[in-house]
């Protein structure tokens, strides 16, 4: 059974549409991530949580929102998609120790959800 | 930026023959991770082996070893005796010192032959 679950796993949506990926982490980890993942591309690190503050968001467009309410739950808000954004979404998460700790620590990955949009 | 090169976008391998995954990457950081995520199709990302830069000693993880070269920026990865279950997509990644941000290489999909 995987420590980092993410709901659903195919969420299929029209470009009006609201909706949100849930992800839930059963390891105790104080840092949780999501990235997309496109057809021949490296993985695209979208938002960083670290003790439930945002620490990095890389440039990613507004229609994504993401939101942590606590240390074990991860959530991204889709809102007016684009069909470039069908891809897959991961989650991570992993013990972080900040920005004065050792970060040598892996990631732990969900299964992912893939999106498309129509 | 740092970036994760890997070019080879597919290799093939027989069972229990040894194959090498290639991996390059551009960093100015002399203290950093590195790292080799396993993705099978049922798409969960999988550590498979990590390495700190600081350790000149190759890591190794029973059948999965790595070939670092600190002053070539390379980070190669052999997988000796190749099994079925190793058919998936290999990444290579980065992660600086103090901070969360990991760089991914575009991925290598083996395929190993019976």
């Known amino acids: 059974e995987t420590g980092v679950t993410q709901t659903p796993r195919h969420l299929v949506m029209g470009m009006t549409n609201k909706k949100s990926l849930k992800c839930e982490q059963h390891?105790?980890?104080?840092?949780m991530y999501w990235y997309k993942q496109s057809a021949k591309k490296p993985l695209e690190l979208m938002f960083v949580?670290?003790?439930?503050?945002?620490?990095e968001n890389n440039s990613v467009p507004s229609r994504f929102s993401p939101e942590c309410p606590n240390s074990s739950h991860l959530f991204l808000h889709l809102h007016t998609l684009q069909p470039e954004d069908s891809a897959l979404y991961l989650c991570?998460?992993?013990?972080?120790?900040?920005?004065?700790?050792?970060?040598?620590?892996?990631?732990?990955f969900g299964d992912g959800t893939r999106l498309s949009i129509l | 930026a740092q970036t994760v090169t890997q070019s080879q976008p597919e290799m093939s391998v027989q069972e229990a023959e040894t194959v090498t995954l290639s991996c390059t990457y551009d960093t100015s950081e002399s203290d950093y991770y590195l790292f080799w995520y396993k993705q099978p199709p049922s798409r969960q990302m999988i550590l498979v082996i990590r390495q700190e830069a600081y350790k000149q000693q190759n890591a190794t993880e029973n059948r999965f070893s790595v070939n670092f070269q600190k002053a070539a920026k390379s980070f190669s990865l052999k997988i000796s005796d190749s099994q079925l279950g190793d058919a998936a997509m290999y990444f290579c990644?980065?992660?600086?010192?103090?901070?969360?941000?990991?760089?991914f290489g575009a991925g290598t999909r083996l395929t190993v032959k019976p």
């Open positions: 990644a980065y992660r600086e010192y103090n901070n969360n941000d990991m760089r």
């Open positions: 949580y670290s003790l439930e503050e945002r620490v």
């Open positions: 991570a998460s992993s013990q972080d120790f900040g920005r004065t700790g050792n970060s040598n620590q892996p990631q732990h």
């Open positions: 390891l105790g980890h104080n840092a």
